[in-house]
């Protein structure tokens, strides 16, 4: 794929770690990210710009590799640039 034809395969370059357990993630409350505990902890937001609230009450998990030729994303009504990852398909307010 040429780069030079969308201005967005730059950001679906970047790299995101699929976590290796699923016992302790947390969704983010606004988008949905999914990451570990621990994942959260060294952020300040999520990597989606959004706030670092998160809860542990979601369901369903979908996994997103290239945000902008996603159909899911479309689907659900989320932004185009959202970055590689998991992400939970319902999230709840803990």
């Known amino acids: 794929m040429n780069n030079s034809d969308s201005g967005q395969d730059s950001y679906e370059e970047k790299s995101f770690e699929i976590p290796k357990q699923i016992k302790d993630l947390r969704a983010c ?24 609230d998160q809860t542990k009450i979601y369901s369903g998990v979908i996994c997103v590799m290239k945000p902008s030729k996603s159909w899911v994303i479309k689907k659900l009504g ?9 992400y939970a398909i319902d999230v709840q307010a803990e």
Do not use: D
């Open 29 to 52: 409350q606004f988008c949905g990210l999914l990451l570990t505990l621990e994942q959260w902890n060294k952020l300040s937001q999520c990597l989606n710009g959004c706030s670092a």
């Open 78 to 86: 989320n932004s185009k640039n959202i970055h590689p990852g998991l």
